[in-house]
């Protein structure tokens, strides 16, 4: 019985119809890692490299952050990491990556932005990723992209170490979609990348202009305000004009009231906390694709978060 239950946990997830939704966990260390394989994640949607590189003196090395990388990546038992690049800045500081002191650190250098001014350490890092068995299995992601530029340089770094390497593999190389910038161009950035995963903790606080640590403003912050469905609906659209794959591995893929809003927007693979993998399942395996379209476009109808709110409140009842 146990082991019928482990396998049902395990189990790949489909909707009620048939349609195949991956259900990932966002992992910050190991042992999430090993939570998410017994909580049933297919795989790790979001890993946040920045536990190896916060509170110490000296970058991680290449093979401190293989060891870590590969660790994770065995404890997962050959499903698919998605390791994203490393996403500091101003605000979390790390002192052997000085960033001038700036007065609006979210619009500063921060995430793959930090890595491109500092290129030993992406370099460093994508040696690392490289560096994990089997090939492939370890997938990258660049975070807080704006323009297809950053894009390029991360890939033609890439490429050069896949060649010195010897890798001939193809390691898949995806985006974050955390900007308006990056929601607007999906369908540029999508001929380019090989999936997009929507960062909806930033993508909001960048759509409303609200900062997301901000208490004075947190009661306005709603993924599911209109404006951030409309950017979630474009990057979906310009992601399927180049056949590439959308997924969620902000907030909104863990709130159980956005899950078939998401779907029906064109979202094909959720990455979720660790703790909420089995509720995200479950209500996915209750769900229809064309129930669930239906909903996103009355959702997207709506004038405010709260009526949003209100609607899949209803839906769900
Ligand atoms: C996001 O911005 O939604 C995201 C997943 O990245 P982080 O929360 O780490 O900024
Ligand atoms: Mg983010």
Partial sequence: ALAAARSAAGAACHLADGTRIEVFANLANRTDAERAIATGAEGCGLLRTEFLFLDRDTAPSVAEQTAEYQAIADALQGRPLITRLLDIGGDKPAPY????????????????????AHPQV?????????????????????????????LRAVRAVLDRLCAELGIGEKIELGIMVETPAAAATADLLAAEADFLSIGTNDLTQYALAMDRGNPAVASGIDGLHPAVLRLIADTCRGAASQ???????????????????????????????????????????????????????AALACATAAEVRRLAREFQA
């Fill in 97 to 116: 990556l000085p960033i001038a002191a700036e007065e609006n650190p979210a619009l500063g250098l921060r995430g793959i932005r930090v890595g491109l």
């Fill in 243 to 297: 056949q590439r794959w959308v997924g969620v591995c902000g907030g909104l893929a863990s709130d159980p009231l956005a899950v078939p809003i998401l779907i029906g927007l064109g979202v094909t693979e959720l990455s979720a906390t660790v703790a909420i993998v089995p509720e995200v399942k479950a209500l996915l395996s209750g769900l229809t694709l064309d129930a669930a379209r239906a909903h996103a476009t």
């Fill in 122 to 150: 992406l370099e460093d890092q994508l040696r690392a990723i490289l560096g994990v068995r089997p090939i492939g299995q370890a997938k990258i992601m660049v975070p807080m992209i704006a323009s297809i530029g950053e």
